[in-house]
C-alpha cells in the first residue's frame, strides 16, 4: 500500500489512494464502534463529552463512505485491465478525489464538534441532514453528487472508447448508473415522514439488495479471473443471471421495510415474498464461486496448468464474501424477513446482528480483497502468498464479526421473548429487557468481540503496509537462487 512503484496507469495509481483512505475511514469505523458498544454498558462513558448518538452516527457514516472509497478505487483499478487502455479524465479524477478526501474530513469534524442543538433549515445544509446512513449536510451530498458524476464520466467514456467491451464492463456501467441515480432518492425532504422513510429506503437498501451486490457480482468475476483464471464465459454469465434475479427481487423485496412505517398493508405480501427470495441469487453466486474453485482444483490434480492461486490473501478474503454474504444477508436476512417474525424482531438487536454480518460478510471482505489486489500490482509480484500477519488478520477479524454477531443475536432473542413476546412492546418494557442478565452479558461479549476485530483490523493494517515488500523481497530470493 505504501508505493504505486510498477503500476502503469494513473488509474491504477488513483485507486491506491482511495485503497488508502478507505482504510484508514475502516479504522476509524472501527473506533467508533468500541466507543458505542462501550456506552451499551457504562452509559456514563464520555459524558457530555461525545454522545452515543454521534459516535454511531460516525461509525455507520466511516462505514459506508469507507466502502464508497474501495469501490470506487477497485473501478479505477480494474479499468486499464478490462479495457486495456488508461482511464480518460484522469487529471479531473484526481482533483475529485482530493475534493471528496477534504469535504469528508469538514464533514466528520463537524459531527464531533457540534453535537447537540436546535435543528433548523440551516442546520440541514451545514451540520447533518439527519437520516441515518446519510447524515451528510446538504453542501455535503451536493458535493458527493458532483464528485460521483466525474467519476462516473471517466468510467463511462473510458468504456464507450474501449475496443472490447466486456460483459464484465457492461455491467459495471449500467449499474453504477443505478447506483448513482439511487443516491439522488435520500437528497429530498417531504413532511410526510412516511414518505420520508418510504425514500429513505430506496437509497439505502436498493444500495445493499441490488446495485451493491451486482457491483460485488462484477468484482468477484474480475477477481477470479485475474486470481485462478477462471473462465470468462462462466463468471460473466453468472453476472448476468444475477443482474436479473436481484434487480427483480431487491426491489419488490424493498417491500420488508414498508411494514411498518404507514404504508398500505398489501407490502405484506409482497415485502415477504420478494425478499423471501432475495438470498436466492446469493445462494447461486455461492455456488457459483466454489463451483469455479473445485473445477480449478481438479485441474490443478490433473496437472493443469494455470490453476495456481495467483493471491491468496485476496482469494481468502473473495472465498469468505462468498459465505460470508450468504450467512449475513440471505441466512440473516431470511430469519426476519417475514412480517409475521418481523413484527417481534423489528429494530432489535437482531437487526444489529444482521446488519454487522451482511455488511461484514457481503462487502467489507471483498473490498479488503481488491485492495491486496491492488498492493500485488504495485509491487510487481507474480504469486502473492499469505504472511503471518494476513493469517492473523483473517482469523480474527472473521472471529470478532461473527462473534459480534452471536451475541448481538442473543442480545435480540431475549428482546424478542421479554420486551415484545411477554411485555407486549413499549417505552418500560425497552428498559426492563435491556437490565436482564442475557442482555448485558449479550453486550459484554460484543464488546470482547469487537476488541479482537481490532486487533484483526491492526494486524490487516500493518500487512497491507508490508506484505508488497516482503513477498516482492522473498520472490526475487528465490529468482535469483534460482539462476
Ligand atoms: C448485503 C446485503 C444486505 C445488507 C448489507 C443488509 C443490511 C441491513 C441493515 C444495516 C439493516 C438495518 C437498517 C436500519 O438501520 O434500520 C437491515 C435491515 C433489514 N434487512 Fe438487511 N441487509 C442485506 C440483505 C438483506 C436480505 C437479503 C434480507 C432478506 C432476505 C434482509 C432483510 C432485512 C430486514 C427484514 C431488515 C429490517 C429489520 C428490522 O425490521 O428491524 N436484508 N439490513
Ligand atoms: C470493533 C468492532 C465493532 C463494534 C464494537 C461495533 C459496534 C456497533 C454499535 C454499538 C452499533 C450501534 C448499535 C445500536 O444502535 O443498537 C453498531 C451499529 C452498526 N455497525 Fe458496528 N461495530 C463494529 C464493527 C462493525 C463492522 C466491521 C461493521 C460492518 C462491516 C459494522 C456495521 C454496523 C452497522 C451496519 C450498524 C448499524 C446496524 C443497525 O442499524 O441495525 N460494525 N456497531
Ligand atoms: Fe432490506
Not at 482530493?98 to 457540534?114: N, P, S
Not at 404504508?263 to 447461486?284: D, K, N, Q, R
Not at 424477513?337 to 418481523?342: A, C, G, H, K, S
Not at 491486496?372 to 488478520?393: N, P
Request: negative net charge; proline residues 2%; glycine residues 10%.
Amino acid at each position: 500500500m505504501l508505493i504505486n512503484g510498477q503500476l502503469k496507469y494513473e488509474s491504477q495509481k488513483l485507486a491506491m489512494n482511495y485503497f488508502r483512505v478507505a482504510l484508514v475511514l475502516f479504522g476509524a469505523q472501527l473506533l467508533m464502534g468500541l466507543i458505542a458498544a462501550i456506552q451499551f454498558l457504562y452509559p456514563g462513558f464520555l459524558f457530555e463529552l461525545f454522545d452515543f448518538s454521534v459516535a454511531r452516527m460516525v461509525h455507520i457514516n466511516a462505514l459506508v463512505v469507507w466502502m464508497l472509497y474501495a469501490m470506487i478505487g477497485s473501478v479505477y483499478y480494474m479499468i486499464p485491465d478490462e479495457t486495456g487502455h488508461e482511464a480518460v479524465g484522469i487529471a479531473l479524477g484526481k482533483l475529485a478525489f482530493w475534493i471528496l478526501t477534504a469535504a469528508v474530513a469538514v464533514v466528520v469534524l463537524v459531527y464531533i464538534f457540534i453535537q447537540v442543538g436546535s435543528g433548523s433549515e440551516s442546520t440541514i445544509w451545514f451540520i447533518n441532514e439527519g437520516r441515518e446512513y446519510l447524515e451528510a449536510p446538504r453542501w455535503a451530498d451536493i458535493g458527493i453528487v458532483a464528485v460521483v458524476l466525474v467519476f462516473y464520466y471517466n468510467v463511462f467514456f473510458t468504456y464507450l472508447k474501449s475496443e472490447k467491451k466486456t460483459g464484465i464492463m457492461t455491467v459495471m456501467v449500467a449499474n453504477l448508473f443505478a447506483l448513482a441515480g439511487l443516491y439522488l432518492c435520500g437528497m429530498f425532504f417531504t413532511d410526510n415522514i412516511s414518505m420520508d422513510q418510504y425514500w429513505w429506503w430506496w437509497v439505502i437498501h436498493l444500495w445493499v439488495e441490488a446495485t451493491w451486490e451486482v457491483f460485488v457480482g462484477t468484482l468477484a468475476a474480475y477477481a477470479l479471473i485475474k486470481i485462478l483464471d477462471a473462465k470468462r464465459e462462466i463468471v460473466e454469465m453468472w453476472l448476468w443471471i444475477e443482474v436479473l434475479m436481484l434487480f427483480g427481487s431487491g426491489i419488490l423485496g424493498l417491500g420488508h421495510h414498508y411494514f411498518w412505517i404507514g404504508t398500505p398493508e398489501y407490502w405484506w405480501e409482497i415485502g415477504a415474498l420478494f425478499s423471501a427470495l432475495e438470498p436466492v441469487p446469493l445462494v447461486a453466486m455461492f455456488v457459483h464461486v466454489l463451483y469455479d474453485w473445485g473445477k480449478e482444483q481438479g485441474h490443478a490434480e490433473a496437472g493443469g496448468a494455470g490453476t495456481a492461486v495467483k493471491n491468496s490473501p485476496a482469494m481468502a478474503w473473495i472465498a469468505s464474501n462468498a459465505f460470508g454474504n450468504f450467512l449475513g444477508a440471505g441466512i440473516w436476512g431470511f430469519f426476519h424477513t417475514l412480517p409475521q417474525v418481523n413484527i417481534y424482531t423489528h429494530g432489535t438487536q437482531f437487526t444489529a446482528a444482521h446488519g454487522h454480518l451482511a455488511f461484514f460478510g457481503a462487502y467489507a471482505t471483498i473490498l479488503i480483497g481488491m485492495m491486496y489486489l491492488g498492493v500485488q500490482g504495485a509491487y510487481g509480484i507474480k504469486k502473492m502468498t499469505m504472511t503471518f500477519k494476513t493469517k492473523m488478520s483473517l482469523f480474527l477479524i472473521i472471529f470478532g464479526v461473527l462473534g459480534m454477531a452471536v451475541a448481538l443475536t442473543i442480545a435480540g432473542y431475549e428482546q424478542v421473548l421479554v420486551e415484545r413476546a411477554d411485555l407486549g412492546g413499549g417505552w418500560d418494557a425497552f428498559f426492563i429487557a435491556q437490565e436482564l442478565p442475557w442482555y448485558v452479558q449479550a453486550q459484554a461479549w460484543r464488546l470482547v468481540m469487537g476488541i479482537v476485530t481490532l486487533v484483526g483490523f491492526v494486524y490487516l493494517a500493518w500487512d497491507l503496509l508490508t506484505i508488497g515488500q516482503e513477498v516482492s523481497q522473498k520472490e526475487s530470493e528465490s529468482v535469483a537462487a534460482a539462476a
